[in-house]
């Protein structure tokens, strides 16, 4: 057992918990939850932004341009790879692994996240030992802070494994009995994954790093670090570095280990972060939140225009209210469109909707501010979503248009490229 080692895996995985926030932020985004914020209300009180909308007696209206953004720079991916061959050399592997889907997937992930990670094995599956590559998701992902853009810089890498008790068997018991006993007991015993947390020595914060996503699987850890060993030949003293592997049981129990197998003699993960600025990944729809929160707010106010200019004030005199009547059922009554309010009929002036105009007050012209500063941050313009009206230019005008739009874009296309070389490379050096 080392309980060192886990720890060192547990550190480089709580040191993203800061990225891992700003992911689920963005994800949220992007597909839809774009009221999910903790804001403070007028009270002082930390809320959920949609409570505070709706409780303000607004509805809170979204208009996601972050996901058709995503969607178009996704599709002119798939579209351009048809013409780029971006596995040649390794066909089979690339049919075999489904990789045309699987890098757009990972693209999307990498526009959301600013992370792109896959994992590069050769194992057995479904009856047969073959090269097999896999997205890792970057909640499961831990890494040293490392600067290199290349990633040149990383000397710990690693990722969580939720897997059933059969699968654990397969892999750790080495055909044993008494192995596979002692992970029964090790993984089927009454501690909690809290109380193994604390075998570890103290608080380890979050449990989510020793605690399986899906009930009835086991979590494991496989850590990958750089290790030296002393060469010795008479006087003479050399260190030798290599990649070496560990897979280990939440308590810190070794339950495997092995130098690299690979001939790139390295880690199999293949790892692209942007952009990795300091040590820090500022991804591509984190830049589009703000004014995607403009537009919804902007949304709110001319849904709220509009509400009052269609229902206007009610005066109503207190000596018309029938009896048994209270101002909230009025008020009730009043907010729906075929409400009937009864009234006593009793004085001088009867209730009167009071109806004013007030215009959109720039609102309109505000909105269409917004969206258009959306498309120049982004970079993806209309022509590039192919959803410029083809009769209102020349078809000469369209393309020029398309490819200004895909330079915008040159930077994060290019450093993907750049990560599907470095996995290819990687892919056909096991």
């Known amino acids: 057992m080392s309980k060192e080692i886990i720890r060192n895996a547990y550190e480089a995985w ?123 998701d970057p909640a499961h992902f831990f890494v040293n802070r490392f600067k290199d853009p290349r990633g040149w810089d990383i000397d710990l890498a690693g990722m969580l494994h939720d897997m059933t008790f059969p699968e654990l068997v397969s892999r750790f018991a080495r055909g044993s009995a008494a192995r596979a006993e002692a992970l029964q007991r090790l993984f089927g015993g009454t501690a909690s994954p809290l109380e193994s947390c604390g075998n570890i020595g103290g608080a380890c914060g979050n449990p989510d790093f020793f605690r399986a996503d899906s009930p009835g699987r086991c979590r494991v850890a496989e850590l990958w670090t750089i290790d030296s060993h002393t060469l010795t030949d008479g006087d003479d003293l050399a260190l030798r570095f290599r990649w070496h592997c560990r897979w280990l049981a939440p308590d810190g129990t070794v339950l495997d280990e092995y130098d690299s197998p690979y001939g790139h003699g390295s880690h199999p993960f293949a790892v692209k972060f942007y952009p990795l600025t300091d040590g820090e990944v500022h991804s591509f729809v984190e830049d589009m939140l703000e004014q995607q929160r403009s537009v919804n707010r902007m949304l709110v106010l001319i849904d709220r225009i509009i509400a009052s200019t269609a229902k206007g004030v009610l005066l109503f005199p207190v000596d018309q209210i029938s009896e048994g009547m209270t101002w909230k059922e009025i008020c009730n009554r009043w907010a729906q469109a075929d409400g009937v309010i009864p009234i006593s009929g009793r004085g001088e002036h009867l209730p009167q909707q009071v109806m004013n105009n007030p215009g959109d007050a720039g609102a309109y012209q505000y909105l269409q501010l917004q969206m258009k500063l ?57």
Not at 26 to 54: F, H, M, N, P, T
Not at 97 to 116: K, P, V
Not at 378 to 398: D, K
Request: hydrophobic share 35%.
């Open 14 to 136: 709580n040191a993203a918990s800061e990225l891992r926030a700003r992911r689920l932020r963005c994800k949220r985004y992007a597909y839809g939850d774009q009221w999910c914020d903790i804001v403070r209300d007028s009270k002082g009180r930390l809320r959920v932004e949609r409570d505070v909308i709706e409780e303000a007696g607004d509805r809170a209206v979204t208009n996601n341009l972050i996901r058709q953004l995503v969607k178009t720079i996704v599709g002119r991916y798939r579209a351009e790879s048809k013409n780029a061959a971006p596995y040649a050399g390794m066909e089979r592997i690339a049919e075999r692994n489904e990789l045309g889907e699987l890098d757009s997937r990972l693209l999307e992930e990498f526009l959301i996240s600013g992370c792109a990670i896959q994992r590069i094995s050769e194992e057995e599956r479904f009856g047969e030992r073959r090269l097999w590559i896999d997205n890792v």
């Open 374 to 430: 959306f498309e120049d941050i982004s970079g993806v313009n209309e022509s590039l979503a192919g959803s410029s009206p083809a009769g209102t230019r020349g078809a000469e005008l369209y393309e020029s248009q398309v490819r200004n739009a895909t330079i915008a874009l040159g930077d994060i296309f290019e450093t993907y490229a750049s990560f599907i070389r470095s996995r290819n490379a990687k892919a056909l050096d096991c």
